[in-house]
């Protein structure tokens, strides 16, 4: 895939703002990387400043272990009493990245319900955001939404399972992304992306990319490439590829004993993949 639509040679008097600003609504008690790899991931894909609201011990950690990422730390597990602050912090951004490391508890998925619905910034709705969608699919109406499922948050999804024939996973990929107007990118060995007309596959990866923190880095570029302007299915597609090529690298360096800390290694390599095919 050829990069340079995506990120082509910039104007010398290009400044912060030009290249987008992604707002990630991540992060519990329990699951602290989560927004670290999404926030990171989207900044090596040129976003020009990412904002990560959560717990206050994920954001803490997040705001320890590197400057660049701005933090906005709840009173504890995301709830209805945060959405209106979430709300207003959403009027300065470009896109929205929401679900990686949330609790799994009700009072969580009635929040990521409330955001999505209120918030019309194109959006990536990943892992605890698509358990949330599943359970109330009318918050997606007239969204600008890439939903990012493997193949079980597909299955709580739409109540289909989804087998590895790559053919039967286009065919739900795109009849469900038609249903609920929205990307799907369908995660697996071969990546499935539809909008519901088009299909396309993604062939880049590795086996040894099923560790935790993946599909984190996936949704931060696709953040990314959304508070840049691009469409989409523009956004799934390319960041499924960067992400993937990557992952390639990452891969080949760690092998088998890729750890979810290794991933940082990824993160690094996401400019070079960049690089290489602009």
């Known amino acids: 895939m050829n990069l340079k639509k995506y990120y082509p040679k910039r104007n010398r008097w290009a400044h912060k703002g030009d290249f987008g600003y992604v707002l990630i609504v991540a992060g519990s008690e329990r699951y602290t990387g989560s927004p670290i790899f999404n926030g990171l991931s989207a900044l090596r894909a040129g976003a020009d400043l990412v904002t990560i609201v959560g717990h206050k011990r994920a954001m803490d950690i997040a705001a320890s272990f590197l400057p660049d990422l701005i933090t906005y ?22 896109a929205l990245i929401i679900g990686g490391g949330l609790k799994r508890a009700p009072k969580t998925y009635k929040a990521i319900q409330k955001i999505i619905k209120k918030i019309n910034l194109p959006m990536v709705i990943d892992a605890e955001a698509v358990r949330a969608v599943a359970e109330d699919k009318s918050v997606l ?20 399972k989804v087998e590895e024939d790559i053919n039967k996973r286009k065919e739900k990929a795109k009849r469900w992304a038609k249903k609920l107007g929205v990307v799907i990118l369908l995660k697996g060995h071969i990546d499935v992306i539809s909008d519901g007309e088009k299909i396309f596959l993604n062939k880049t990866g590795s086996p040894f990319m099923t560790k935790g923190g993946f599909g984190d880095t996936l949704a931060g570029i696709c953040g990314a490439l959304l508070a840049r302007g691009f469409s989409l299915l523009e956004a799934a597609r390319v960041a499924a590829f960067i992400n993937g090529k990557a992952g390639e690298l990452a891969a080949k360096k760690f092998g088998e004993g890729v750890l979810a800390s290794d991933i940082f290694s990824l993160i690094e390599k996401i400019p070079k993949i960049i690089k290489k095919y602009s």
């Open 73 to 94: 730390p709840l009173d504890g597990e995301l709830g209805l009493k945060h959405v209106p602050k979430i709300l207003e912090l959403a009027k300065n951004f470009n």
């Open 141 to 160: 109406k007239n969204k600008k939404a890439i939903l990012t499922p493997h193949s079980e948050e597909f299955r709580i999804l739409t109540g289909e």
